[in-house]
């Protein structure tokens, strides 16, 4: 087709190719006898642009054909898109709340997918929705998590996320849950503070939903578009699972901007000890059963339970987070250097959508015990993405194919068991 950009699967591991070309192709495995031993499933991570968002923000548009912007010319080409990719799991983001209820949702759910939406707080109407196939998982809980909190003046954002387990459909053996969240954090390129304060919430509601009776975590798909950049404070907090944060200026912490001049340095610590989440980005109240008064308060055991815990860590300046989470994506062409870039319009053409996941630990591979412990998926595939220079020779983004100001994010995971 004219103007249209091919990408391709790129094969991670050679091991894995002849599999997931496979599994690409027909979705089967022909080798039967391993097939009751592993689960594989894709995952989509897109920001398909609300319609209100790109009307507020018309002149990053500018560059672009009228027609393309109408709704009702990109939702078809959106949805021609994400039906050819049929990933098992999508995460969506800037979904429009009237769009969801009446062609999203519907459409997605003729194509055989589960929906669930959360939708910001406040006076924009759009949202997360993380939609997956019936055929391959159940539901086992959805858990939404609101970044806004009356009570706390740093957290004044209407942002989400959105977390699910899902349990895979295994003919034979038992497989454990798997963890998708999605999120869309803040924009603001100098409110840093904001920004990890919500990554904070998020992993410490993962940490909830993906903690199992053992202690361990269950694997886990962590999606969405984090508005920072790759090698910027909060990409590596989430990849390094700890992040010092002493004296940096919270213009600084997301990477989208160069300059942070006359800017404040983030305060230690970096939310107030009433959030209720540890600088290890958990709950400080561990599901106690909630015992609630008549208007709602926590009973006070549960509130000096969290005092505690806090004057403990009160002077630190380091973040830290329990997961091993890698990238599917390097974030650069290995052989040019040139960065990749998920979002691309008239201001920018960078990297801000990320599909993390917690990887297997080669080192506890010869250990079955140990792998399941380690809660680790093992990334088989993943679509390539493409350079700001590739985007531009089809006029940048939307174009007549492409119809959001992002590209989709895809990958091919594997659960061994
Ligand atoms: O960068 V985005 O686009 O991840 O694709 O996330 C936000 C921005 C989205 C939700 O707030 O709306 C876009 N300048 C540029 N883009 C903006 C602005 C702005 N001032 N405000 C919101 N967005």
Redesign the pocket.
Known sequence: MEGMIKRNWEYVCDHNKENAKILGEENVDPRCEDSENKFDFSVMSY?I?SQD?LE??SH?YRHCRRPVLHWSFRFPNILKEIKHFDADVLCLQ?VQEDHYGKEIRPSLESLGYHCEYKMRTGR?PDGCAICFKHSKFSLLSVNPVEFYRRDIPLLDRDNIGLVLLLQPKMPCAASPAICVANT?L??NPRRGDIKLTQLAMLLAEISSVAHQRDGSFCPIVMCG?F?SVPGSPLYSFIKEGRLNYEGLAIGKVSGQEQSSRGQRILSIPIWPPNLGISQNCVYEVQQVPKVETSDGDLTQTQLEKTEVLVTAEKLSSSLQHHFSLSSVYSHYFPDTGIPEVT?CHS?SAIT?DYIFYSAEKEDVAGHPGAVALAGGLKLLARLSLLTEEDLWTVNGLPNENNSS??LPLLAKFRLEL
């Open positions: 920001n642009l968002l507020d923000n990053l800037e924009k869309h803040l924009y578009d508005n979002t201001r801000v100001d992002h």
